[in-house]
């Protein structure tokens, strides 16, 4: 018996490991990723030509599954893929959010769909851009997009997606989705209000906050007269009718500025929650902002 377990033990140790191990693993994780999170429902809707997509499984990743939403089956906001470019001059890291488990595949398909067209686009003119750089001045160029969930409940899920331009100097522009998640409609600032009254007033109240703001404390600045402005700049008069905003986890609605869009740069981006009792006459309902 000693004899026979010698030699498996020996038999074993000889077994030869392949010159393509690395590849054999790395195919077999890919075959197990693909087997607990199927993208059929996601990439319906474009070509494989038009991207190469894959699951990310870093840390990222890891980090987002943690933190998915729960709409009785599951909705999942994920890392789609990541494209990353690491040069000594031009930098980027884009991460390509994607919505699953939504029971309107039409609204899961438009969204994931806009996702990765805007990270695309993002990509091929930031790698036209290096190309000038190579060429010519060789300035150091950077552009990072990313997502966070700013809301989940059982009523909500938000979404913010950023992007971040360095050049000589950097900008930041935001964009939001608010989904219902149990009718699974998109929610867009005009449908929450009876008439298109709600510009003026949430415009007004962000004026009186900025006031407010730059009187207790010095180091804040808005674009408003009353800022006594030494330079020509136009003041900020009112939010656009489709103006960024999301409904925040206190079910209150926050408007949100790009970087230099009512603010110097310094400034960064700016958000202004609207008080609910400001906007109550207006609202058609109270089921999103209480």
């Known amino acids: 018996m000693d004899k026979k377990l010698e030699k498996l033990r020996s038999d074993y140790k000889n077994v030869p490991i392949p010159d393509n191990l690395d590849i054999i693993v790395k195919k077999a994780i890919k075959r197990s990723i693909q087997k607990r999170f199927p993208l059929k429902s996601i990439t319906g ?3 494989a030509a038009l991207f190469v997509l894959s699951i990310n499984t870093s840390s990222t990743f890891a980090k987002t599954l943690s933190n998915v939403p729960i709409l009785g089956n599951v909705v999942n906001v994920l890392t789609f893929t990541e494209y990353t470019v690491d040069e000594p001059t031009y930098k980027a890291d884009l991460k390509v959010p994607a919505v699953k ?8 398909q438009s969204l994931n769909k806009k996702y990765l067209e805007e990270n695309k686009k993002l990509y091929d003119q930031f790698m036209k851009e290096t190309e000038s750089v ?14 966070e969930v700013k809301t989940d409940n059982e009523d909500i899920l938000s979404i913010e997606r950023y992007v971040v331009n360095t050049a000589a100097s950097s900008s930041t522009t935001m964009k939001f989705d608010t989904i219902d998640k149990k009718k699974e409609i998109l929610l867009s600032l005009p449908i929450l209000f009876k008439d298109k009254s709600y510009v003026k ?3 007004e109240n962000i004026k009186e906050q900025m006031k407010e703001q730059m009187k207790k404390d010095g180091s804040k600045v808005y674009w408003i007269p009353e800022a006594n402005l030494d330079y020509s700049i136009d003041p900020f008069v009112s939010i656009k ?4 905003f999301y409904i925040n986890k206190d079910h209150k609605l926050v408007i949100s500025f790009d970087k230099y869009e009512v603010a110097p740069g310094y400034m960064g981006v700016v958000e202004f929650t609207i008080p ?12 999103y902002i209480r």
């Open 45 to 47: 809707f474009f070509t």
């Open 134 to 147: 190579k060429k010519d001045s060789g300035a150091h160029l950077g552009i990072d997009s990313g997502y």
């Open 276 to 287: 609910t009792d400001v906007l109550s006459k207006v609202l058609v309902g109270h089921h």
């Open 101 to 108: 488990n939504l029971k309107n595949k039409d609204l899961e």
């Open 241 to 244: 009718d489709n103006q960024n």
């Open 201 to 203: 007033i949430i415009s």
